[in-house]
């Protein structure tokens, strides 16, 4: 007998306990990230949004194009994280596509949001928007204006 329950009774005492922390380990935790993702927790910081762009079928007009989203964002007091404006300045896009890709899904991760532009969505777009959606990464679909 313990307390009012008496621990005979068949049921795993000890297991439902545990189930119970860990359901609100989760809860806390979910909850502590999106604080964070709201700029409520740890201080003023700016929330970095993932520019998510083509750039293979037309890189030069592609970069001028994300170069001036990236310029919008911070008028706007966001942090744009756009790596096709500088990963073409050392990795070459021919032979280095797949180590390119592997840092901007790294880049994914720390942001705190993935905005889509433009009409059609690339293979490489399709994987940092998979990465977003696996880390739980609010993902947002904006009309591309010119």
């Known amino acids: ?21 860990i359901d609100a380990l989760n809860y806390c935790a979910a ?4 604080l964070r993702r709201a700029g409520r927790l740890g201080g003023l910081r700016t929330r970095r949004v993932y520019v998510c762009h083509a750039f293979a079928d037309d890189p030069q007009a592609n970069t001028e194009r994300v170069r001036k989203l990236c ?3 911070a ?14 300045q050392f990795l070459d896009e021919g032979t ?3 180590r390119a890709l592997s840092l901007c899904l790294e880049l994914v991760g720390a942001c705190d949001e993935v905005r889509v532009y433009g009409g059609h969505v690339t293979a490489g777009m ?7 959606e696996a880390l739980c990464i609010p993902v ?6 010119a």
């Open 1 to 21: 007998q313990y307390g009012e329950w008496d621990s005979g009774d068949g049921r795993d005492y000890p297991g439902e306990a545990l189930a119970e922390v």
């Open 75 to 88: 008028e706007s007091g966001f942090l744009p994280v756009a790596p096709q404006v500088y990963l073409p």
């Open 31 to 34: 909850e502590l990230v999106r």
């Open 140 to 145: 947002r679909f904006v009309e591309e204006v």
């Open 71 to 73: 310029r919008a964002l």
């Open 126 to 132: 399709r994987r940092e928007i998979e990465r977003a």
């Open 96 to 98: 280095e596509r797949e």
